[in-house]
C-alpha cells in the first residue's frame, strides 16, 4: 500500500527556515510528477510547488506566493521529497502536503489544482506555523 509521510514542520519565527521532506513507500517518486501543497484554516488548498519526473525535465513550478523564496527538489537514491522554505512568513503558516500525480509525468498546467480523484495519492500533512 502506497504511504506518503510528510515531516519536519514546526514553529518558527518571521525570517526563519525550515525544511519539509516527504519519504513514500512502495513508490518512487522519481517516476512521476510530485508537488507540495498547503492548506491553512478556512482557506482553500494552494499549490505551492511541482517537480517533473526524472532528471533533466525542467525546473519546478511554484506558486506565485511562495517564488524565489521556497525551493522544491528531490532525492531519488533516498526516494524523498524536499521543501526548502526560507524568509518564511506568517502567512505561510498551514498545513503541508506532498503529493504525487499518478497519470502525470510532467507536472501538468493544472498542477496547482492536485491530481484527478483517483489518479494521485497524499500524504497525512505536517504543520508550519509562523509567529510574528
Known amino acids: 500500500q502506497v504511504q506518503l509521510v510528510e515531516s519536519g514542520g514546526g514553529l518558527v519565527q518571521a525570517g526563519g527556515s525550515l525544511r519539509l521532506s516527504c519519504t513514500a513507500s512502495?513508490?518512487?517518486?522519481?517516476?512521476?510528477?510530485t508537488s507540495w501543497f498547503r492548506q491553512a484554516p478556512g482557506k482553500e488548498r494552494e499549490g505551492v510547488s511541482c517537480?517533473?519526473?526524472?532528471?533533466?525535465?525542467?525546473?519546478?513550478s511554484y506558486g506565485d506566493s511562495v517564488k524565489g523564496r521556497f525551493t522544491s527538489s528531490r532525492d531519488d537514491a533516498k526516494n524523498t521529497l524536499f521543501l526548502q522554505m526560507n524568509n518564511l512568513q506568517p502567512e505561510d503558516t498551514a498545513m503541508y502536503y506532498c503529493?504525487?500525480?499518478?497519470?502525470?509525468?510532467?507536472?501538468?498546467?493544472?498542477?496547482?489544482?492536485?491530481?484527478?480523484?483517483?489518479?494521485?495519492?497524499w500524504g497525512q500533512g505536517t504543520q508550519v506555523t509562523v509567529s510574528s
Open positions: 503529493a504525487v500525480f499518478t497519470s502525470e509525468r510532467i507536472c501538468p498546467g493544472s498542477w496547482s489544482q492536485g491530481p484527478l480523484k483517483g489518479f494521485g495519492f
Open positions: 512502495q513508490l518512487r517518486f522519481s517516476t512521476y510528477a
Open positions: 517537480i517533473n519526473f526524472g532528471v533533466g525535465n525542467g525546473m519546478p
